[in-house]
């Protein structure tokens, strides 16, 4: 659902009205004995709970799982470019499914259109264009050259995009929806994305095959990778728009906006950059503050 934003939010509205536990095996047989189960129609049926009772819906709704097929399928052709050497393509399709991420969540809030089964649809969607779409890139862009040292890499970042979503999906409602339990999966894919944006537009100083730059951009995937499953706390911004900001901050958002379109993907990376940091430094002081 959203960058991975929108999605927890709409995640924790919907742990709340999640059903009370109904066995596996009960549910399956309310299943079967369903009038309209026929063990052949293409169907999903779901228990929700409707009036304060848990009941057995059909079908899905329709907007926000549109949606997340399309971040889908933004995600599959990054993969498809990526392999092609459309490095620049795939990189935008890769921005193209974050925005589409975030579009989902907030058009089922809107629509009230939230599901158990648009959660983990969701999550798959996410695994593929923020886990697996941004390794294969960086793995064909840089890391290739590198053998199975480049391939190790860039499955380690596709390996903690899965820990990360999977930890995410088993915390909803256990942690401050203020704050993100390590880089969330949209953010870590924009900064390997990024960077490989940059280093297409200035491969007259990168230098594609450089030995330098391809260990860099190994000790970059997997940093990234790493900060996903970290116990790091990011500030989510959830509700950043529900209070006011003294007007500087204001001034500083148009700067921030003129540097980013003075060079995009360089703006993004540095923005991206500073983020992660800021986590990193927050947990550190309050470690150092606790301490004493």
């Given at each position: 659902?959203?960058?991975?934003?929108s999605?927890?939010?709409?995640?924790?509205?919907?742990?709340?009205?999640?059903?009370?536990?109904?066995?596996?095996?009960?549910?399956?047989?309310?299943?079967?004995?369903?009038?309209?189960?026929?063990?052949?129609?293409?169907?999903?049926i779901?228990?929700?709970?409707?009036?304060?009772k848990?009941?057995?819906?059909?079908?899905?709704?329709?907007?926000?799982?549109?949606?997340?097929?399309?971040?889908?399928?933004?995600?599959?052709y990054?993969?498809?470019?990526s392999?092609?050497?459309?490095?620049?393509?795939?990189a935008?399709?890769?921005?193209?499914?974050?925005?589409?991420?975030?579009?989902?969540?907030r058009?089922?809030?809107?629509?009230?259109?939230?599901?158990?089964?648009?959660?983990q649809?969701?999550?798959?969607?996410?695994?593929?264009?923020?886990?697996?779409?941004?390794?294969?890139?960086?793995?064909?862009?840089?890391?290739?050259?590198?053998?199975?040292?480049?391939?190790?890499?860039?499955f380690?970042?596709?390996?903690?995009?899965?820990?990360?979503?999977?930890?995410?999906?088993?915390?909803?409602?256990?942690?401050?929806?203020?704050?993100?339990?390590?880089?969330?999966?949209?953010?870590?894919?924009?900064?390997?994305?990024?960077?490989?944006?940059?280093a297409?537009?200035?491969?007259?100083?990168?230098?594609?095959?450089?030995?330098?730059?391809?260990?860099?951009?190994?000790?970059?995937?997997v940093?990234?990778?790493?900060l996903?499953?970290?116990?790091?706390?990011?500030?989510?911004?959830?509700?950043?728009?529900?209070?006011?900001?003294?007007?500087?901050?204001?001034?500083?958002?148009?700067?921030?906006?003129?540097?980013?379109?003075?060079?995009?993907?360089?703006?993004?990376?540095?923005?991206?950059?500073?983020?992660?940091?800021?986590?990193?430094?927050?947990?550190?002081?309050?470690?150092?503050?606790?301490?004493?």
């Open positions: 659902m959203t960058t991975e934003q999605s927890d939010n709409s995640a924790n509205d919907n742990a709340k009205s999640q059903p009370p536990f109904v066995d596996e095996h009960e549910l399956n047989i309310r299943l079967a004995d369903n009038e309209d189960y026929d063990g052949l129609t293409f169907e999903v779901e228990t929700e709970v409707a009036e304060g848990a009941v057995i819906s059909r079908g899905v709704y329709l907007a926000p799982n549109l949606i997340t097929t399309l971040s889908l399928l933004s995600g599959f990054s993969i498809l470019a392999t092609q050497g459309e490095f620049y393509t795939a935008l399709a890769i921005f193209l499914s974050t925005i589409l991420d975030g579009a989902d969540g058009v089922a809030r809107m629509l009230n259109a939230q599901s158990p089964f648009g959660e649809y969701d999550s798959l969607a996410d695994m593929l264009a923020f886990g697996v779409a941004p390794a294969i890139l960086i793995y064909s862009f840089a890391l290739e050259p590198l053998g199975r040292i480049g391939l190790a890499c860039a380690v970042f596709t390996a903690c995009g899965a820990f990360r979503l999977a930890r995410f999906n088993v915390q909803i409602g256990e942690v401050d929806k203020k704050y993100f339990v390590g880089l969330a999966s949209p953010l870590a894919a924009i900064l390997v994305t990024a960077a490989v944006m940059v297409v537009d200035h491969n007259e100083w990168v230098g594609q095959y450089d030995t330098a730059v391809m260990l860099l951009f190994a000790a970059w995937i940093t990234c990778g790493l996903m499953v970290s116990n790091v706390k990011y500030y989510s911004f959830k509700e950043f728009d529900k209070k006011k900001v003294p007007f500087v901050v204001l001034i500083i958002g148009v700067l921030v906006m003129s540097i980013v379109l003075y060079d995009i993907p360089v703006g993004i990376l540095a923005i991206g950059i500073i983020y992660a940091l800021s986590g990193i430094f927050t947990t550190m002081k309050a470690k150092v503050k606790s301490r004493n």
